[in-house]
């Protein structure tokens, strides 16, 4: 199937502030890209690119004073299939685990493992170690926790989460990643899109999605505990630790949030083929949507840098 992802974000500075973004899908989608807009480093002369230490591809700009623009929009090519399942992957022993697995068993900012070890190996301690005991872990996190956005603390970390029993979808995967850490299986935070395909559709707005990869029995599984169900249609963004190491912007100074707009949603229509020429990719076919100005935001032009 054909997903269309993409986000638009407004945000005003007072004075001159670098910052950088993410750069929309996760480099190993790259090549299930079948059209989006021209990366920022086309758009903008100053904007830099970069691979960050976990792998997201990312890029750094510096926005002017007054209100600015970041946009990404694509179409992405999936194959439309629910989340792996593999009931029988094993747990591997911590002396056994590739290196690259090490640091995602240690206590991060919003992962407090040492305070939950004690907890976690009381509750868990006697399930199975491997699957069953990272789906133990989902259906504990799922079922403690309340979710609505009108909890969302950008300060809150998995032990209060645990105590307070609310929270947002990075809440309930900062919990079972801590969880998991503790229990000595590697597990690192995802950040993606994910749509309602395949589910009954949420009335609420659109959002980026978090959930948690648990490394079992050689590879990496997807795993969510805040909706505790395998999906459709699942777009990574980035990885890291937790949400620390993956915000969509980061600026190097204060800013104001105007706007804010997720998307991502199966794509059915018909792909027209006029897209730009630096664009096209042989043997592909690309989508692309007429150009959007900064009145689409309602924001004047004149104050308006287009990132």
Request: aromatic share 10%.
């Amino acid at each position: 199937m054909l997903i269309r992802v993409g986000y638009k974000i407004a945000i005003e500075v007072d004075r001159t502030t670098p910052l950088y973004t993410l750069m929309g899908v996760h480099p190993e989608r790259h090549g299930d890209i079948r059209w989006s807009r021209p990366p920022l480093a086309e758009a903008r002369p100053d904007a830099r690119t970069f691979v960050d230490c976990f792998g997201n591809a990312c890029e750094r700009l510096v926005a002017k004073p007054g209100i600015s623009v970041l946009r990404y929009d694509a179409v992405v090519e999936d194959p439309g299939l629910p989340d792996d399942y593999e009931p029988d992957a094993e747990q591997i022993d911590a002396d056994k685990l590739p290196d690259e697995c090490l640091v995602y068993l240690l206590g991060s900012r919003y992962c407090e493992t040492d305070r939950l070890a004690p907890l976690a190996w009381k509750l868990f301690g006697d399930t199975p170690p491997g699957w069953q005991r990272v789906q133990a872990i989902c259906d504990y996190v799922h079922s403690r926790l309340t979710f609505s956005y009108g909890f969302a603390r950008a300060t809150r970390t998995a032990v209060e989460a645990h105590e307070e029993r609310v929270g947002v979808c990075r809440d309930f995967t900062h919990l079972a990643v801590a969880f998991c850490r503790a229990m000595n299986i590697p597990a690192r935070y995802v950040n993606g899109y994910m749509g309602d395909i395949g589910v009954e559709p949420d009335p609420a707005p659109m959002d980026f999605n978090a959930w948690f990869e648990a490394y079992l029995g050689g590879r990496w599984y997807t795993f969510d505990a805040r909706h505790n169900q395998r999906r459709i249609g699942r777009i990574v963004v980035a990885r890291g630790r937790d949400a620390t190491d993956v915000p969509l912007l980061h600026t190097f100074g204060s800013h104001r949030l105007h706007r804010f707009e997720v998307w991502t949603e199966e794509f059915k229509g018909a792909l027209p083929v006029d897209v730009p020429r630096a664009r096209r990719r042989e043997g592909s076919t690309r989508y692309g949507p007429p150009g959007r100005s900064p009145r689409d935001f309602g924001l004047p032009e004149m104050t308006t840098n287009l990132l």
